[in-house]
């Protein structure tokens, strides 16, 4: 039997760094759980995306990973050695915060569709619907791997993965692998794999090498220029795309070993390997797509808010208000989508929410 399981004001759609921020602010402003709002997640287990990094993904490696309201994340940490996997101290973290917090995530509970019912939402899931005033919803980007369609694809002989499918750079040694991609997972794998076999470096823009740190100003100033692409409804850049490539130690390693070396954009595949528009080809085994992800917003799609060009309009003080559906709003999304833009944005959005609905006391 397909139940209703809770009739409740906010259903916050994700438990990961954007999802539990939301929660945490959703509590403060006086909603009970259950009756005022309910938190699902489709893992099994706490820790948003973090839980399938690869594992060579270490505290050392990741950019930063801010705090969540209330509770510092290195207070959660036992063991201080950089070499820590983010796959594990970062799902630890968010046990930790959960409990203290006493936030109850129901999972695995997978959400399907939104739709709307009666002038509420219906939210089906894998275990049954839920019905809500309105929606916060946090399900990240990990979900929705992006590959670009190049000619050949189907007929190529080796492995295509995509850096969601990366686990240890061991699986290739003995093979000629191109890594496709300009961002730091792309620079990052290129160098964990180089050391073991042989690679190719393909980026259709020349990277963008910064030296020195990256300054709080020129921080904003990215996170601004997605804002307002989002705010007209475009569809979001990435904050990291923005912000170039900071030349570390393993950068000036991978420069002396002379795998940095980057090749423009091939033009196609073929049975065994990749051919450039000038005609050149080159045999590979393997052709790792670095190439990012989008917004896994799927679920949303009956209530209709993209635009033509797959944006959505977005409105409201950080931008996570749908501008057609006040009562959705989307955060870890566009400017947002970092541990610390999902963090204000699950401030912003419940203020917001909860005042629009009327739901507080
Ligand atoms: P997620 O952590 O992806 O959480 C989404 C949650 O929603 C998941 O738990 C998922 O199970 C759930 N979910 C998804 N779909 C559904 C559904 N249909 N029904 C129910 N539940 C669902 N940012 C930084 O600030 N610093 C870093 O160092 C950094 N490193 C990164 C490294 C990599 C390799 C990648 C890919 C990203 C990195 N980021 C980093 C960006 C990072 O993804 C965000 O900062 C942030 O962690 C995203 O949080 P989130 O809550 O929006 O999403």
Redesign the pocket.
């Known amino acids: 039997e397909y139940k209703l399981l809770y009739k409740t004001g906010i259903v916050v759609?994700?438990?990961?760094?954007?999802?539990?921020s939301s929660a945490y602010h959703l509590k403060k402003l006086g909603l009970v759980q259950g009756r005022g709002f309910v938190v699902?997640?489709?893992?099994a287990q706490p820790?948003?995306?973090?839980q399938y990094?690869w594992p060579s993904?270490t505290l050392s490696t990741?950019?930063?990973?801010?705090d969540l309201p209330g509770l510092a994340f290195s207070d959660t940490v036992n063991d201080n050695s950089p070499q820590v996997q983010?796959n594990i101290a970062v799902p630890h973290y968010f046990e930790v915060y959960e409990r203290t917090f006493d936030i109850t995530v129901y999972r695995p509970?997978?959400?399907?569709v939104v739709c709307e019912r009666d002038g509420r939402f219906r939210v089906e899931?894998d275990r049954g619907f839920f019905s809500a005033q309105g929606i916060i919803n946090?399900?990240?980007?990990?979900?929705a791997p992006y590959i670009p369609e190049y000619p050949g694809a189907d007929l190529f002989k080796g492995r295509q993965l995509h850096?969601k499918d990366y686990q240890t750079a061991d699986a290739f040694a003995g093979k000629h692998v191109v890594i496709v991609g300009g961002g730091?997972?792309a620079v990052q794998l290129l160098d964990e794999i180089s050391q073991v076999t042989t690679t190719t470096w393909v980026t259709r823009r020349p990277p963008l090498f910064r030296e020195g740190s990256f300054s709080e100003e020129e921080g904003r100033a990215a996170v601004a220029a997605v804002e307002e692409r989002v705010r007209k409804g475009l569809p979001p850049a990435s904050v990291?795309s923005v912000t170039g490539l900071p030349v570390t130690p393993a950068i000036e390693a991978m420069k002396a070993r002379g795998v940095l070396e980057r090749h423009e954009m091939f033009s196609e595949i073929t049975e065994h390997g990749i051919r450039w528009a000038d005609g050149r080809e080159m045999n590979a085994d393997v052709i790792l797509w670095c190439t990012g992800?989008r917004s896994?917003l799927d679920?949303l799609m009956p209530l209709m808010l993209r635009e033509e060009n797959g944006g959505i309009v977005m409105t409201g003080r950080l931008a996570t208000m749908v501008a057609k559906e006040p009562r959705i709003h989307l955060?870890?999304y566009g400017p947002?989508?970092?541990?610390?833009?999902?963090n204000r944005a699950g401030r912003a959005a419940a203020t917001e929410l909860t005042e629009y609905l009327g739901l507080r006391d």
């Open positions: 759609i994700g438990a990961g760094q954007a999802g539990l699902l997640d489709q893992s820790g948003g995306a973090w990094r993904l990741v950019n930063r990973i801010h983010a509970v997978g959400v399907k899931t946090a399900t990240g980007t990990w979900e850096t730091i997972s990291v992800f896994s679920h955060v870890g947002s989508a970092s541990t610390i833009g999902a």
